[in-house]
């Protein structure tokens, strides 16, 4: 694709995310608290790694990376920023069960819902269980989120330095720079023992599919 195509569709996509799944208003917040909608849950999973592909709206869109991630895999050391700008490897939080939610951005509803879901209907797994979102929203965006949503029981950690996360774990969508709706759990020993890449990034993954997985390792 020549550079002008790519920038025009990416411009393109951006508009057509936000347009389908609203600008999200950040925590948006009602008398009985975050108002969840509708969205189709995804059956079934993608497959990380270069030349795997999800779709927007039917429309396929590559992945790019070295070998996808795979259950059975055992994570890989890569940075990520926190929200204090420091960097951390998913790999340094050994010794826990994780839930990872990636989402595309904190800046539209499907991942806004994605990330309450996370924090708010884990039925006290966050008692014994990290509960981690990355996404490639910069530091300053997820902590202006988590503090909007109050949302307190969740780590934020940004790929926003160069996509070296999505590179990593063949999980960058290429030609828009985003990170492939995914949610994995790994194990104390850094094992991934579940994973989904929603097919269609519109889609939320199945959240309750990944508690009930991460229930079975503590």
């Not at 969205?39 to 429309?59: E, L």
């Not at 926003?160 to 104390?188: E, Q």
Request: aromatic share 6%; proline share 4%.
């Amino acid at each position: 694709m020549s550079q002008n195509r790519t920038v025009a569709w990416t411009i393109t996509f951006a508009i057509g995310l936000l347009a389908s799944a609203g600008c999200a208003e950040m925590g948006h917040q009602q008398a009985g608290g975050f108002s969840y909608q509708p969205f189709p849950v995804a059956t079934g999973s993608g497959t990380a790694g270069d030349g795997q592909s999800v779709t927007f709206k039917g429309k396929p869109l590559a992945m790019t990376g070295g070998p996808g991630i795979k259950v059975g895999d055992s994570l890989r050391e890569v940075k990520l920023a926190k929200t204090d700008l420091s960097l951390v490897s998913l790999t340094e939080t050994k010794g826990k069960v994780r839930i990872v939610s990636i989402v595309p951005s904190l800046d539209t509803k499907v991942c806004e819902q994605q990330t309450h879901y996370l924090s708010e209907k884990n039925a006290g797994l966050d008692q014994g269980i990290e509960l981690i979102t990355v996404s490639i929203d910069t530091p300053f965006a997820q902590s202006r989120f988590a503090k909007d949503a109050h949302i307190e029981n969740v780590t934020f950690l940004s790929d926003y330095r160069g996509g070296d996360f999505g590179k990593t774990y063949g999980l960058l969508v290429k030609d828009v720079h985003i990170l492939a709706r995914t949610v994995m759990v790994v194990d104390k020993e850094n094992v991934i023992r579940y994973l989904q890449i929603t097919p269609e990034l519109a889609q939320m993954p199945d959240m309750e599919a990944a508690f009930n997985a991460a229930r079975g390792l503590r």
